[in-house]
């Protein structure tokens, strides 16, 4: 009895902190996922680091980047001060997502 209890729990706790991961239809929660990777130094889409590359649609422009692959592709290779992010840190759906919600909000 003790021992289907415990399997039954463990179950349940796995299924739920699987189902916490995503949001309903198993999409990424880009806004969180930004929330955990960038906005230590993207707050608001500002940039503390460097103050010139900041996430708002001008910035951008101006910084020749005109898509969610160029996000991604500094999230990849960034220039000196932004972290490194390789697929094993984020994967691409969720690069993908947070370089689309990034074009969107900010």
Known sequence: MKKSLVTATLVTVGAFAISAQADMGGKVNAKAEFERHCAVC???GTNIINK???????????????????????????????????????????????????????
């Open 52 to 106: 010139q590359m900041p996430l708002n649609k001008a910035a951008l422009k101006k910084n020749g980047i005109k898509s969610w692959k160029d996000i991604v592709g500094k999230m990849r290779n960034p220039g000196p001060g932004m972290t490194k992010f390789d697929t094993k840190t984020i994967p691409d759906q969720e690069a993908k997502a947070i370089a689309e919600y990034i074009l969107k909000t900010f």
């Open 42 to 44: 993207h707050p608001g």
